[in-house]
């Protein structure tokens, strides 16, 4: 079997299953538009497939949906350079999905964090759909032949999934046609956590508005945030060693290298010995700089829900463009007749 060479293609997506957060931005878009600025073909999905495993009101999905894609845009992804599109307009995803259900191991899905964190107590009630999410998360990146994906930490597990479930499919069927994708997982915030608990992720969904900085957020809600903000009663290391043992104060300095595009030991060599008092609205006024302008353009964005439904309409036919054909190849593998 001869190894084919994949052009490099980057694909990632995020559900719009609520307000997007620092989280979403720091670990997700911000490094989006790095690779889209890099020349690399890159693909933007909002995937409404994945944020309706939990019940979304129909309202707030759409909302939810535009307002991701405002938040693409206000972030600095161009729909000229990038495919923006919402995953539930190109029904390949769904299909590939199946397919993939069929390739992955219940063994496998059986050890992924996300699903026993996600169901908790609850397993018996969840949805099936939020069982089996990776494998329609594998068809989302693999329908592309990506190369590349960048998400924050949480998603790696997911990404691994997709390398065995193309891998096993290469080898069942002998063939060499699904890439084995990379993850990227890059920069200080890989994994920002909830400003309220430095030991829980930042997440859209956590029941408490204090826990995370949104992205629609004005400067006085951001500042009284990062005011309140959980912390120790020591004064800042200088060094990132001395971070150990101190998860809410790594937050806020990854926080703050993040958003000036520096590193933690940078930050550190500037601001070691400072109390929180003095940090706290060194950080604030950060974050307020970089997060309100892209607040503001996605309000005026948001404005013209036509031209964002435009926008991820022509997305949505440039991704079937590519994905169609990869679809028809992978039926033509499994011996389906068309
Ligand atoms: N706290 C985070 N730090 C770094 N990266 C993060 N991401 C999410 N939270 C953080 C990254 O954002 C991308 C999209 O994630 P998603 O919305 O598809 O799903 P998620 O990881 O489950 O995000 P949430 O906010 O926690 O959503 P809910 O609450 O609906 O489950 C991914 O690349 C993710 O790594």
Redesign the pocket.
Known sequence: MTEVVHTPRVF???????G??????????KRFVGMQNQGIETIYCM?DL??IT?WQDPEKLRHATRELCAGYIAAGLDAEKSILFNQSQVAAHAELGWIFSCVARMGWLNRMT?FKD?AGKNREKVSVGLYSYPTLMAADILLYHATH????????QHVELTRDIAAKFNHDYKVDFFPITEPV?EGE??????LRDGSK??????PSDKS?INMTDDADTIAGKIRKAKTDADALPSEVEGLKGRPEAKNLISIYASLSDTTMANVLSDVGGKQFSEFKPMLADLAVSKLSPIADEMARLMQEPDEIDAILRKGADKARAIADPILAQTKDILGMVR
């Open positions: 990632s997506g995020i559900q719009p299953s609520g997007l957060t620092l989280g979403n931005y720091l670990g997700a878009i995937v994945h944020a939990v996300q996600k994906v960048p998400v924050g930490e949480d998603q790696k997982i915030a890989t994994r920002v956590m909830s992720k930042m997440s859209k969904s956590d995370r």
